[in-house]
């Protein structure tokens, strides 16, 4: 896409679980597209530029927008791909922080943060060093993340819970913490007892910010899953009491069949309605 945006557009980074390179089967990309001299909240005429340049494109059809995002579909024959546009701001010269671009733009969108009324506002700043926190995780770790992303989503909840996905991730990430190296089946055990007592969860990694720079109003939350990019997100917070009892009932549930002597962990998804698929999460163990 050639976004004019009255030479306001500086790069753009494909996000989210495709960025991370911990998609499984179907999903959306999230594309973030960094513009200079703009900050949140992004008026209009940004999202009109974006819009009419996405109107070029074949195949191009709107979802719906909001104030963060805009949400379509590419068509192309047979092939539907779901897409998330959004904007965020780009912080530093490109030119001379290209080598470093994510620590420093993460440095100053945090900085920014501090002094703005709606900090949340600059997530999509931040999806750089958001997407290296996941990809620099060794395979084994990325594989129960997978693994752990599977099982969320057999696990059916009326209510939207936002950055589900998202918090999963880390939940599954957090499990693995200083733990000795095994099997893909022990690592999944590891995430299983932590969403089984998910109402006490307290995920701190400490790797972007520190713990002091937090919010007392956040950190006193529980439970609290917080991003590792974003010292203002607990990814649990505002969760419903049903919500984390499905969390909890499900996980319990799992780890009994575990306990009555399963030993395959494709075993566990056996009626789910989903194919698990052991190449997807590569267990050589």
């Given amino acids: 896409l050639n976004f004019n945006l009255f030479n306001l557009f500086c790069f753009d980074q494909v996000g989210g679980s495709v960025g991370k390179g911990t998609a499984i089967g179907d999903t959306d990309f999230d594309v973030v597209v960094f513009l200079n001299d703009h900050e949140p909240p992004f008026d209009q005429r940004v999202f009109n530029e974006m819009l ?19 949400s379509f579909q590419i068509r192309i024959n047979r092939l539907t791909l779901d ?20 620590r420093e733009q993460a440095i100053e969108v945090r900085r920014r943060m501090q002094d703005f009324a709606n900090p949340s506002a600059f997530s999509s700043s931040l999806a750089e060093q958001t997407i290296l926190f996941m990809k620099n995780k060794p395979d084994d770790i990325v594989k129960v993340i997978k693994l752990a992303r599977y099982w969320n989503q057999q696990i059916e909840i009326d209510e939207y819970v936002k950055g589900r996905s998202y918090m999963i991730e880390l939940v599954a990430c957090w499990a693995q913490k200083g733990q000795p190296a095994c099997n893909l089946f022990t690592r999944f055990v590891r995430f299983l007892r932590e969403m089984e007592d998910f109402s006490n969860l307290r995920i701190f990694f400490g790797h972007h ?6 919010p007392d109003e956040v950190w006193e939350q529980t439970p ?11 990814l649990a917070e505002g969760i419903s009491q049903n919500v984390i009892g499905i969390f909890e009932y499900s996980a319990a549930r799992s780890l009994g069949a575990i306990r009555d002597g399963l030993e395959n962990v494709e075993d566990l998804f056996q009626g789910s309605g989903m194919d698990y698929d052991e190449s997807e999460y590569g267990d050589d163990d």
Avoid: W
């Avoid at 897409?83 to 994510?102: C, Q, R, S, V």
């Fill in 209 to 214: 910010y520190r713990r002091l720079s937090v």
């Fill in 52 to 70: 009419a340049a996405l109107g070029t494109v074949p195949g191009f059809y709107l979802g719906r927008q909001t104030r963060y995002s805009i």
């Fill in 83 to 102: 897409f998330d546009l959004l904007p965020a701001t780009n912080m530093l010269d490109y030119d001379k922080h290209a080598e470093d671009m994510a």
């Fill in 224 to 234: 609290l899953v917080m991003d590792p990019c974003n010292l203002y997100n607990n």
